[in-house]
């Protein structure tokens, strides 16, 4: 089984920047694909970012391409989300996520607890 614990969430102002974090734990294999998830009151849970075992395989959704850059440090086991240029559309709950990369797609078996973010205007 494994743990997910995300931290680094908060309120910013717009134009700001934030860190998550993400510890995983447990049982992960040596391809643990890592991501991010977020879901803003009354939506759905839409995708962020997302990394394979080594960050070589990367996808962003349109909507933070260039803007939040993923990233991981496999000796830690974790993955971390730098959200730039932050927009208050991008206020949400951020949930980390872990499962396998395979056949150009990834699947997703653990999530954490989630963790705030809020961007003032």
């Known amino acids: 089984q494994v743990q997910l614990v995300e931290s680094g969430g908060g309120l910013v102002q717009a134009g700001g920047s934030l860190r998550l974090s993400c510890a995983a734990s447990?049982?992960?294999?040596?391809?643990?694909?890592m991501g991010w998830f977020r879901q803003a009151p009354g939506k759905e849970r839409e995708f962020v970012a997302a990394?394979?075992?080594?960050?070589?395989?990367?996808m962003y959704a349109d909507s933070v391409k260039g803007r939040f850059t993923i990233s991981r440090d496999n000796a830690k086991n974790t993955v971390y989300l730098q959200m730039n240029s932050l927009k208050p559309e991008d206020t949400a709950v951020y949930y980390c996520?872990?499962?396998?990369?395979?056949?150009?797609?990834?699947?997703?078996?653990?999530w954490g607890q989630g963790t705030q973010v809020t961007v003032s205007s």
């Open positions: 990394t394979e075992w080594n960050v070589i395989i990367t």
């Open positions: 447990g049982r992960t294999t040596s391809s643990y694909a």
């Open positions: 996520t872990g499962g396998r990369y395979a056949g150009s797609h990834f699947s997703w078996d653990n």
